[in-house]
């Protein structure tokens, strides 16, 4: 690493600043157990700057079953302002998968947004007043050492177009690696034919995936187990 670094200085004006701490609105703690990511400062500044830092905290970033649609009939409200707010929160989801699949239904509304989508948009917000510090710990001499992945999909979740929406995620040494949630491009007939879509979709990541490991020399010679939710 150090001759590598020297030769770059050779061809570049660079500076060694040391371990990372800081890098695009990303806090890297590198600590003797592993490595913690994480967002702190960011949401913090993004909690002051749409008035949500002194609001009450909830225990989850949307209300579980909840259908959001286009309401065509609700009051419109401020767009540049709602899709200001929805792209502070798809950048918070570098670190945090937990808000993953209620930061992608919201962009789902970015044009002509009512107060329904605005106040789903706070909510997130409001969550992530008493998760600031939630990030993703890469753990030292982890004991997985191969990827594990876990899909799911919702079946027709869109009211629209009743199209389903898949998610998957990768573990690496217990920590995550790759995550996802997207609606599907197609209309799903049946559970099954809608977890087989997010299935497929997992598996052409962990192709790419395998081999950027591999580039890595991290080359995974057997195969690699995908976690399917399906009875």
């Not at 500044?45 to 209300?63: A, N, Q, Y």
């Amino acid at each position: 690493m150090s001759d590598f670094k020297n030769s770059m200085m050779k061809v570049f004006y660079m500076t060694n600043l040391g371990r990372m701490r800081f890098f695009l609105g990303i806090e890297v703690l590198q600590k003797s157990d592993g490595i913690f990511i994480c967002q702190r400062r960011y949401a913090t500044e993004v909690l002051k700057r749409f008035g949500m830092f002194e609001s009450k905290s909830v225990s989850s970033p949307i209300v579980p079953g909840f259908k959001m649609s286009r309401d065509d009939h609700g009051v419109i409200v401020d767009e540049t302002y709602f899709k200001q707010m929805v792209g502070s929160l798809m950048y918070l989801t570098a670190t945090r998968p937990d808000i993953m699949f209620s930061v992608s239904l919201i962009s789902r509304y970015m044009a002509k947004p009512t107060e329904l989508h605005l106040q789903a948009a706070k909510r997130i917000l409001r969550y992530l007043k008493g998760t600031t510090n939630y990030g993703i710990l890469y753990k030292k001499g982890g004991q997985e050492e191969e990827p594990l992945a876990f899909t799911d999909s919702d079946y027709a979740g869109d009211i629209e177009n009743r199209k389903s929406t898949s998610g998957y995620v990768f573990l690496l040494s217990s920590g995550t690696i790759s995550w996802l949630s997207k609606k599907q491009p197609i209309v799903t007939l049946s559970t099954t034919e809608a977890e087989f879509v997010v299935a497929a979709a997992c598996a052409c990541q962990v192709v790419w995936m395998r081999r950027v490991l591999k580039k890595l020399s991290h080359e995974q010679k057997g195969c690699t187990t995908i976690m399917c939710d399906n009875s």
